[in-house]
């Protein structure tokens, strides 16, 4: 079992930063990679990012590239999205997932991950 706890959403305005922390714990040795999705209401879940443990290889989605980074401490177990340049579509609920497939071609789907965050809120006013 691992667990994993987002932190850091919150109310931002356009232009505006925020960085999201997730902190996994349990059994993570088995863990390839943590990924970040967000869902918005009244629409499907949508991959934003995700970095694999060993090696720190990152992916992103098209929306997101140039404006979120995502990073890892090994140390802390603890994955980062820092998300710069928000606009108002960023605004949905983002949850983290840990992802045990050890193939990137897995990352963008969610059905991929075995376990979840409660998710956080982050809004974007205009």
């Known amino acids: 079992q691992v667990q994993l706890v987002e932190s850091g959403g919150g109310l931002v305005q356009a232009g505006g930063s925020l960085r999201l922390s997730c902190a996994a714990s349990?059994?993570?040795?088995?863990?390839?990679?943590i990924g970040w999705f967000r869902q918005a209401t009244g629409k499907e879940r949508e991959f934003v990012a995700a970095?694999?443990?060993?090696?720190?290889?990152?992916y992103y989605a098209d929306s997101v590239k140039g404006r979120f980074t995502i990073s890892r401490d090994n140390a802390k177990l603890t994955v980062y999205l820092q998300m710069n340049s928000l606009k108002p579509e960023d605004t949905a609920v983002y949850s983290c997932?840990?992802?045990?497939?050890?193939?990137?071609?897995?990352?963008?789907?969610?059905?991929?991950?075995?376990?979840w965050g409660q998710g956080t809120q982050v809004t974007v006013s205009s």
């Open positions: 349990g059994r993570t040795f088995s863990s390839y990679a």
């Open positions: 997932a840990d992802n045990r497939k050890y193939s990137s071609n897995t990352l963008k789907y969610p059905k991929e991950y075995s376990y």
């Open positions: 970095i694999t443990w060993s090696g720190g290889s990152t």
